[in-house]
């Protein structure tokens, strides 16, 4: 007797049709500014965080995010919270999480207009201006977009029938230039580099639909670059979505996510997390005759971090109580962009001082590259 077939999990997917785009009311050529204004109303079962990352040239790394609540936890009501993260020149790491009433956050819904206590990110898809303070860290930057805002087709990603499991993602500003100052225990030092802005919502916890990701971002001679990988988990058979996007003087030059192959190379076991981590990610595009091999080398970690660690006692207890273990590693390393024309290296770039991160929600599994 012949089994019976088994049946097919529900998909995940990115949201590309001309359905998509109508019911969403979205352009396929242009992004809006209202679409980096609030896209939730805060209450359980959705969450939404707004990101803006630095890489000056002094050598320090700044990252900012305002968040309505913990990404993990779309069911808790509003509870805000101001993530601050600073890599000084010298490599010590400084990290703050601060948290606020809910009476003290505000989110435009028209334009990007987010505020946590006395704490603000605001402007539009050209400029953004974020001032952040907390234990004894103060950022004050404005970032000027070289590149026009960007989307992966909606920037809407669901996860099984219908569209109630949703994770969206827009790079409001993908490359931009980024100037001001920051403060350290009552040390201002002059700001100015390259920088990056996006944002992102859902309606269902990321744990409960994604299981890993990579995500990076870099810049090498003329070219930038956000390549992200993201694995879903078992309920969807794992399925992978790729976004890639890489300019050329603030052009797009690819950025059609069927076109990329991607690498996890020279894996191993991370000993605090228990997470596998490859020390070689690799995106290659191909279109045509023309080629471009973006990869991704660790140096060293700048961020190994269990999530349970970082949780209430109570939230703990019920996360330790579902046999959650979810990680969080960040990464820095050497960026090179390689460009082929019929098989011939025409270009190469490299950068020494990239940063990239792997979120990992789910059990570890050991990663496949694409076919």
Same mark, same amino acid.
């Given at each position: ?13 990115q949201?590309?049709?001309e ?11 242009r ?16 969450? !939404? ?7 000056l ?7 900012v995010?305002?968040?309505n609540k ?7 009501p ?14 010590e790491?400084?990290?703050t ?11 435009s819904?028209d334009?990007l207009?987010?505020r ?5 990110m ?9 001032r952040?303070?907390?234990?004894g860290?103060?950022?004050?930057? !404005?970032?000027r977009? +070289?590149?026009?805002?960007w ?33 350290v225990?009552g ?7 390259t920088?990056y ?9 990321l744990?409960?639909?994604i299981?890993d990701?990579?995500?990076? +971002? ?7 670059t ?10 969807f ?9 890489l300019t050329?003087?603030?052009?797009v030059?690819?950025?059609?996510a ?26 290659r ?5 023309e080629a ?22 109570? +939230?703990?207890?019920?996360a330790?109580?579902v046999?959650?273990?979810g990680?969080y590693?960040?990464?820095?390393g050497t ?10 290296l025409?270009?190469?770039y +490299?950068?020494e001082a ?11 599994r050991?990663?496949?590259a694409?076919?």
């Open positions: 007797m012949e089994s019976a077939p088994l049946p097919v999990p529900p998909a995940a997917r949201a590309e049709s359905a998509d785009y109508a019911r969403l009311g979205l352009a396929r050529d992004v809006a500014a209202w679409e980096d204004a609030a896209r939730t109303d805060n209450s359980p079962g959705t969450y !939404e965080w707004w990101y803006l990352d630095a890489h040239d002094d050598g320090a790394k700044l990252v995010v305002f968040m913990h990404f993990s936890s779309a069911q808790d509003l509870r805000p919270l101001l993530r601050i993260n600073v890599e000084l020149p010298g490599g790491l400084r990290t999480l601060a948290a606020f009433a809910p009476e003290q956050w505000s989110a819904s334009l207009d987010v946590a206590g006395g704490n603000r605001s402007g539009d898809l050209d400029t953004v201006r974020v952040a303070e907390a234990e860290i103060a950022i004050d930057l !404005e970032l977009s +070289r590149a026009g805002a989307r992966p087709q909606t920037g809407h990603m669901y996860f099984g029938e219908g569209t109630d499991r949703l994770f969206a993602w827009l790079p409001a500003i993908p490359q931009g230039r980024v100037t001001g100052s920051y403060t225990d040390k201002t030092r002059p700001a100015s580099g920088g802005h996006d944002h992102n919502w859902g309606h269902v916890p744990p409960s639909v299981n990701w990579y995500w990076a +971002r870099g810049q090498a001679g003329p070219y930038a956000i390549a992200t990988y993201i694995t879903a988990t078992a309920e058979a794992h399925a992978t979505i790729p976004i890639f996007l050329r003087n603030g052009e030059v690819a950025d059609d069927r076109k990329v192959r991607f690498e996890a190379l020279d894996v191993h076991v991370d000993a605090h997390t228990g997470k596998p981590v490859a020390d070689i990610t690799r995106y595009y191909t279109d045509g005759s471009y091999t973006v990869t991704f080398v660790r140096d060293r970690d700048l961020s190994r971090r269990r999530m349970i660690d970082n949780l209430s006692d109570e +939230r703990r207890a019920r330790e109580a046999g959650f273990d990680a590693l960040r990464f820095a960026l090179t962009i390689e460009r082929h024309r019929d098989g011939l025409v270009e190469s +490299r950068d990239a940063i990239w991160e792997l979120m990992y929600f789910g059990r570890a050991w990663p496949r694409d076919s």
